[in-house]
């Protein structure tokens, strides 16, 4: 049976060696005679592979020591309340950038528990571009900034590191982690829906520099607590054992067969510079983010007729290229590039973009 080439924004395409290695264990992992979605999470042969997730996210990273890493579930939508109710703790303040929709969903979680204030949002321009900030903008007296790094739905990332001082600095790295090397000891906290570039859907990781852990609101509910599932090691209740163990095998496929992030980043560089170089020089398509802040891993493009992207869409389905669709609130296309799309996926999508083109002329 032929693959696609899956441009969905997430859950996402996972790479081919990791599937087939999956496979050869279902029945039967390591010679435990059950597969990992039977196995009780308590038992030695999970524990050795939730250990290994988790210290071989700590060597891909390059997560400081002082840093916990919590498997949990949720999704990053329930980061957007589990952040303030665990960290909006000394003067029930903080700032956030609006950068899009996920930054916008955070902001207004956050403003149930405490006082928000929008530092900086690039609405005015559709969120096609991504404001500077410096120190100067940030209130002294917020708890934190939260940011959101990669915006999936406008295909924008930040191109810097806001500098926040002693304030701790949050972001959700939901679309962009793992698809290049970042400086965790920058970020007091950062979090990621695991189902882009980790793992299938059901894992969210929280890395938390521990003297943030302890601090929340009374009335945060204790699978909300942080402090929680740091003291019992992601086991205080059944973790999302087959997406941990995902999340392991995708991380061997980075370590081994990638060479680790920097060597990830110039591949997935590599494959956004044909893209992003193809619409610069197409006649049909265009791009409208702001250059310096353009997405490696989501790509947004219009011909700017909407029946015209429709017929690219459903052209492009039928030749093999699936979840080009733009998302439904900005419409178009966007082609999510995330770590497990191969480098010829782009370059068969850029082809058929061509030929489109020509048809279409
Ligand atoms: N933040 C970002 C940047 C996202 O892309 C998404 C999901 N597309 C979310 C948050 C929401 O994540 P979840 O569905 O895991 O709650």
Same mark, same amino acid.
């Not at 030695?44 to 939730?50: F, G, H, Q």
């Not at 943030?212 to 699978?223: A, C, E, K, R, W």
């Not at 209740?237 to 980043?265: A, D, F, H, R």
């Given at each position: 049976?032929?693959?696609?080439?899956?441009?969905?924004?997430?859950?996402?395409?996972?790479?081919?060696?990791?599937?087939?290695?999956?496979?050869?264990?279902?029945?039967?992992?390591?010679?435990?005679?059950?597969?990992?979605?039977?196995?009780?999470?308590?038992?030695?042969?999970?524990?050795?592979?939730?250990?290994?997730?988790?210290?071989?996210?700590?060597?891909?990273?390059?997560?400081?020591?002082?840093?916990?890493?919590?498997?949990?579930?949720?999704?990053?939508?329930?980061?957007?309340?589990?952040?303030?109710?665990?960290?909006?703790?000394?003067?029930?303040?903080?700032?956030?950038?609006?950068?899009?929709?996920?930054?916008?969903?955070?902001?207004?979680?956050?403003?149930?528990?405490?006082?928000?204030?929008?530092?900086?949002?690039?609405?005015?321009?559709?969120?096609?571009?991504?404001?500077?900030?410096?120190?100067?903008?940030?209130?002294?007296?917020?708890?934190?900034?939260?940011?959101?790094?990669?915006?999936?739905?406008?295909?924008?990332?930040?191109?810097?590191?806001?500098?926040?001082?002693?304030?701790?600095?949050?972001?959700?790295?939901?679309?962009?982690?793992?698809?290049?090397?970042?400086?965790?000891?920058?970020?007091?906290?950062?979090?990621?829906?695991?189902?882009?570039?980790?793992?299938?859907?059901?894992?969210?990781?929280?890395?938390?520099?521990?003297?943030?852990?302890?601090?929340?609101?009374?009335?945060?509910?204790?699978?909300?607590?942080?402090?929680?599932?740091?003291?019992?090691?992601?086991? +205080?209740?059944?973790?999302?054992?087959?997406?941990? +163990?995902?999340?392991?095998?995708?991380?061997?496929?980075?370590?081994?067969?990638?060479?680790?992030?920097?060597?990830?980043?110039?591949?997935?560089?590599?494959?956004?510079?044909?893209?992003?170089?193809?619409?610069?020089?197409?006649?049909?398509?265009?791009?409208?983010?702001?250059?310096?802040?353009?997405?490696?891993?989501?790509?947004?493009?219009?011909?700017?007729?909407?029946?015209?992207?429709?017929?690219?869409?459903?052209?492009?389905?039928?030749?093999?290229?699936?979840?080009?669709?733009?998302?439904?609130?900005?419409?178009?296309?966007?082609?999510?590039?995330?770590?497990?799309?191969?480098?010829?996926?782009?370059?068969?999508?850029?082809?058929?973009?061509?030929?489109?083109?020509?048809?279409?002329?």
């Amino acid at each position: 049976m032929a693959r696609v080439y899956n441009f969905s924004a997430g859950p996402s395409t996972l790479p081919e060696s990791v599937l087939a290695k999956a496979a050869s264990e279902m029945l039967d992992y390591n010679g435990s005679g059950q597969s990992v979605m039977e196995m009780s999470h308590r038992s030695p042969v999970y524990d050795e592979i939730i250990r290994s997730c988790q210290s071989l996210l700590r060597q891909v990273m390059n997560i400081p020591d002082n840093y916990k890493v919590l498997f949990l579930q949720g999704g990053a939508s329930s980061q957007f309340a589990m952040v303030p109710l665990n960290l909006m703790n000394k003067n029930h303040k903080a700032d956030y950038m609006v950068t899009g929709q996920f930054s916008k969903k955070a902001k207004d979680e956050a403003e149930r528990y405490g006082e928000v204030r929008v530092v900086a949002s690039s609405k005015d321009k559709n969120f096609t571009y991504i404001p500077k900030i410096t120190k100067a903008d940030l209130d002294p007296n917020a708890d934190y900034l939260h940011i959101c790094f990669n915006n999936t739905i406008f295909g924008t990332k930040f191109p810097y590191i806001p500098e926040t001082g002693d304030m701790p600095l949050v972001a959700d790295l939901s679309s962009c982690i793992l698809s290049e090397p970042i400086d965790i000891s920058k970020f007091g906290l950062v979090y990621a829906g695991a189902q882009k570039n980790m793992a299938p859907a059901g894992l969210t990781v929280v890395i938390v520099r521990e003297d943030l852990i302890g601090n929340q609101m009374d009335v945060t509910p204790t699978m909300f607590n942080y402090k929680v599932h740091a003291d019992n090691d992601s086991m +205080y209740n059944t973790p999302p054992c087959y997406s941990i +163990y995902m999340c392991k095998l995708v991380l061997e496929w980075i370590q081994n067969e990638i060479g680790g992030l920097e060597k990830m980043k110039e591949r997935n560089a590599a494959k956004a510079k044909v893209l992003y170089d193809f619409i610069d020089s197409s006649k049909l398509f265009q791009n409208n983010v702001n250059p310096e802040d353009r997405s490696m891993m989501n790509v947004t493009f219009v011909t700017g007729d909407a029946d015209l992207d429709k017929k690219f869409c459903k052209e492009a389905a039928e030749a093999g290229f699936v979840n080009l669709k733009g998302h439904r609130s900005v419409g178009g296309m966007r082609a999510s590039i995330y770590n497990a799309m191969p480098p010829e996926g782009i370059d068969k999508l850029v082809a058929f973009m061509a030929k489109f083109e020509a048809d279409n002329a």
